[in-house]
T-cell receptor
Framework: AQKVTQAQTEISVVEKEDVTLDCVYETRDTTYYLFWYKQPPSGELVFLIRRNSFDEQNEISGRYSWNFQKSTSSFNFTITASQVVDSAVYFCALSEAKTGANSKLTFGKGITLSVRP | DAGVIQSPRHEVTEMGQEVTLRCKPISGHNSLFWYRQTMMRGLELLIYFNNNVPIDDSGMPEDRFSAKMPNASFSTLKIQPSEPRDSAVYFC????????????FGNGTRLTVT
């Protein structure tokens, strides 16, 4: 069975601090996909990134960066120079790679990030 | 592009009543998912469809829940009869099969059963 663990439940930082959100996953599949979603206070779920299990390159997008390490089954998310608008719940998710099921996501419990001015 | 459209945004109903939640996926997407979000259980997959056919409904809590997708542009999730423990935010999401593409979520329906 697949499982995603986000051990941190709540994180509070001051604006401009860097913050890392941890994600550890379990799967028996050799091919799988990892995702991060953001849920701001307005409630919608916003897609941030997708990685496949064969691509361990780190990714940077503006202030956001992701570190994928298969050896530790982790897919961590770092926000550099955090801003108040980054305040949200962040979900890590894992999906199977079977045809027709490649978007069936298993979500972690989420991490509530609060960025104080 | 219009995005995934869910209605209603909010629903308040009394225990025992029938509730129908509606979803219009993004045009061209052929996979549709219903998720439920609660504080206790987080985001749970209820059911998903590929090409209008239910593929996995193992997450549907019990027989009170049913979902249909009569065509590629419309799906419903029905709860009959509703119970207070069904109170949650219900999300619909769509995507395309094939090369894995991210799920695009609607804004959700907040259901309150009193």
């Amino acid at each position: 069975a697949q499982k995603v663990t986000q051990a941190q439940t709540e994180i509070s930082v001051v604006e401009k601090e860097d913050v890392t959100l941890d994600c550890v996953y379990e799967t028996r599949d050799t091919t799988y996909y990892l995702f991060w979603y953001k849920q701001p206070p307005s409630g919608e779920l916003v897609f941030l990134i997708r990685r496949n299990s064969f691509d361990e390159q780190n990714e940077i997008s503006g202030r956001y960066s992701w570190n994928f390490q298969k050896s530790t089954s982790s897919f961590n998310f770092t926000i550099t120079a955090s801003q108040v608008v980054d305040s949200a719940v962040y979900f890590c998710a894992l999906s199977e790679a079977k045809t027709g099921a490649n978007s069936k996501l298993t979500f972690g419990k989420g991490i509530t990030l609060s960025v104080r001015p | 592009d219009a995005g995934v459209i869910q209605s209603p945004r909010h629903e308040v109903t009394e225990m025992g009543q029938e509730v129908t939640l509606r979803c219009k996926p993004i045009s061209g997407h052929n996979s549709l998912f219903w998720y439920r979000q609660t504080m206790m259980r987080g985001l749970e997959l209820l059911i998903y469809f590929n090409n209008n056919v239910p593929i996995d409904d193992s997450g549907m809590p019990e027989d009170r829940f049913s979902a249909k997708m009569p065509n590629a542009s419309f799906s419903t999730l029905k709860i009959q009869p509703s119970e207070p423990r069904d109170s949650a935010v219900y999300f619909c999401a769509s995507t395309s099969t094939g090369v894995p593409s991210p799920l695009h979520f609607g804004n959700g329906t907040r259901l309150t059963v009193t």
